[in-house]
């Protein structure tokens, strides 16, 4: 798309957006400084790893990359744009590491039977509200999101740098199973259901099976792939204490995987999940929610990922009382302050994450939802966990990640992913609650999305 049809495109996209914020709109296209040079003058730097901001310091933008930091000036050179920090924060953009980018905007119905063009236009706007929320990068753990991350890499519109898993791999009745008994029984061989031939999540019910199903996936561009290792609140077929692959499927699963280069995380909250998990060479775990001492024992040995969520307690509340989620949810809830007890106890590489599923006011409190981590980490713990640490599994898709470089640090040399603060996040973290009010500049991979000065 050349600049002149882009810019018809993003000019009739207000027609379309009517209701989402235009500000957002107006400043979440890609601006023109594409190959251009960025100077952040006066800025305190949080760099996504330590406890405290550095002295007031300089910090150049070249292209996509941090070039150079000083706390001496640097000269900008002609043509750069010059931002005055004026002792402002600057820290690296956000990360998400359990986002589900398809599955915000529609309810399940609409998730599962609606049309997918329109759920495409639905993602791709909270896409560009996902960015302007200061969420520079998602990764994300299940939905059919190959083609709006392809239109926000090709700058059709503005959205967070996207790890995709592709469509979620499950069980017949497993998390994910989203089918209606009415769709029983399955002929082997035969017709795909819905949610299959959308690429929202796959059943697979042998090794041979799961083969197929893990290498679409990554022919398609998959980052990481997805299993669900046992049962789930959201699901309606899926109790939560089951375990639902077996060991060999799961193999096939990591062989297929690594033979790839990357790896596979797994959906699992029960010990025997997470551990028949860890026995067939998964390398993260999702949720964990019902761990238990000796489960989190083997995971610090064998140096398996947590990748967890502070899932907010409105979002219990969400499913109805008297329904089989609800109940399930009722008896998933304690269990997360438990799993973040034990995350500190054997020292887990612990990354962030959301979960937001179906709910669009949910995901506006994004930011909220990672300064609730305070109930068990400090501001500065909590922004390196979605900062510095996410990055680093991030980086275990190895050559499968999208975006070669370095993510989630403020350091010279790495990609240039950054945010403005009014404040600073270290002494109050709920200032990234309020991104609209808070974050002055949001820059991903050089380009500015949004400058409030
Ligand atoms: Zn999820």
């Known amino acids: 798309m050349n600049s002149i049809s882009r810019r018809i495109f993003v000019a009739a996209l207000p027609l379309i957006a009517i209701g989402l914020a235009s500000a957002a709109r107006a400043q979440g296209n890609p601006p023109e400084n594409d190959a251009g040079a960025t100077l952040f003058q006066n800025v305190r730097i949080f760099d996504g790893k ?7 310091s300089n910090v150049l933008i070249k292209g996509n990359i941090i070039e150079r930091i000083s706390t001496e000036p640097i000269a900008a050179g002609p043509g750069a744009t010059a ?14 590491a359990h986002w589900h980018a398809m599955l915000i905007r529609p309810n399940p119905a609409q998730a599962i039977d609606g049309d997918v063009g329109y759920n495409n236009i639905a993602a791709g706007l909270e896409a560009t509200d996902t960015l302007m929320r200061g969420f520079t990068t998602v990764r994300d753990v299940g939905g059919p999101v190959f083609g709006l991350k392809a239109a ?13 898993s592709g469509a979620m ?6 998390h994910g199973d989203f089918r209606r008994l009415s769709d029983l029984p399955r002929t082997i061989g035969g017709m795909l259901s819905r949610m299959e031939r959308i690429g929202g999540s796959m059943v697979a019910d042998s090794p041979d099976e799961v083969r197929v199903r893990v290498r679409e996936q990554l022919m398609q561009g998959a980052s990481q792939i997805k299993l669900t290792a046992g049962g789930g609140v959201s699901s309606p077929f899926s109790p939560i204490d089951v375990s639902t692959f077996t060991e060999p499927e799961l193999r096939a699963a990591v062989e297929a995987a690594e033979n790839w280069g990357t790896y596979v995380t797994v959906h699992a909250f029960t010990p025997t ?9 998964v390398k993260c775990i999702e949720h964990g929610f019902l761990m238990d001492d000796a489960t989190a024992k083997l995971m610090a040995e064998k140096d398996i ?15 109805p009382p008297g329904s089989v989620q609800r109940a399930k949810a009722d008896e998933v809830w304690p269990g997360i302050a438990r799993v973040y007890e ?8 612990t990354a962030w994450g959301t979960d937001v599923l179906f709910s669009q006011a949910l995901a506006q409190k994004q930011g909220a939802i990672l300064a609730s981590l305070v109930r068990w980490y400090s501001p500065a713990e909590a922004l390196a966990m979605a900062t510095g640490t996410n990055a ?27 945010l403005l603060v009014d404040g600073n996040p270290l002494e109050n973290i709920d200032l990234i609650a309020d991104p609209a009010k808070n974050f002055k500049v949001i820059m991903k991979d050089g380009r500015i999305y949004k400058n409030a000065l």
């Open 50 to 56: 330590g406890a405290s901001l550095s002295a007031p």
């Open 83 to 96: 931002i005055a920090g004026n002792g402002r924060t600057l820290m690296p953009g956000l990360i998400d």
């Open 152 to 164: 926000i890499d090709g700058a059709l519109i503005a959205g967070p740098r996207i790890y995709p």
């Open 169 to 174: 791999i499950t069980v017949t009745s497993g």
């Open 273 to 281: 999940a997470i551990q028949r998990a860890i026995a067939a060479g």
């Open 305 to 319: 990922w947590l990748s967890t969520q502070p899932l907010p307690e409105e979002l219990r509340q969400g499913f």
């Open 342 to 349: 034990l995350a500190k106890k054997y020292k887990l590489k």
């Open 392 to 418: 680093e599994l991030l980086a275990l898709s190895g050559k499968r990640s999208p975006y070669p470089g370095k993510l989630g640090v403020v350091e010279q040399g790495a990609l240039a992913d950054l």
